[in-house]
């Protein structure tokens, strides 16, 4: 072995200040400030903003996974949810298939794979299982603030005769 640093060894940019170790503190919500339709707005650009800033991570992670040139990637899909909403979704792909598959299906073909990069796709699966969690808060936040300054309530009643 050399002592050079390896390609594989730098984190992306997608993985950057993640993780245990992280010197950034969580950021409190200061909830008492939030007050009246205009502190809701604020809320609703701020849940807005984490949530683009989730799908670009998550557009970048997918990029990062299918350069790699292995014959699974990460694959960042949308679907077009029925309230009108898009949902983003990080998803496993073998090359030549065209369904998604679970991450117990992708580590088959690690037999495949360089023993190096199997460590660097369990850190994409981890970092994967994240971004997807943090895109559904984000989404599921602002749909409900949006509600709240349609109606003044965020549940709805049907009045549809059932």
């Known amino acids: 072995m050399t002592g050079r640093p390896s390609d594989l060894d730098r984190r992306s940019k997608a993985f950057k200040g993640k993780g245990a170790g992280s010197p950034e503190p ?6 008492s400030r939030i007050a ?8 609703l650009r701020s849940y807005e903003h984490w949530l683009e800033d989730t799908v670009t991570e998550m557009q ?3 990029l990062e996974s299918t350069t790699t040139g292995l014959d699974v990637s990460l694959r960042c899909v949308r679907i077009a949810l029925a309230s009108g909403a898009t949902r983003h979704r990080l998803d496993w792909f073998v090359r030549g298939e065209p369904h998604a598959i679970a991450w117990p299906r992708a580590k088959q073909c690690f037999n495949r794979i360089p023993a190096p990069l199997r460590a660097y796709l369990q850190q994409c699966d981890a970092r994967a299982k994240e ?3 943090l ?5 599921y936040a602002a749909s409900q603030l949006t509600m709240y300054l349609e109606h003044g ?3 709805v009643r049907r009045i549809d005769g059932t």
């Open 26 to 31: 969580a950021m409190a919500l200061p909830v």
């Open 36 to 43: 009246g339709d205009a502190g809701i707005r604020v809320l």
């Open 153 to 155: 309530t965020v549940k």
């Open 135 to 139: 895109e559904s808060v984000f989404r």
């Open 60 to 62: 970048t992670l997918a």
């Open 131 to 133: 971004l997807n969690a």
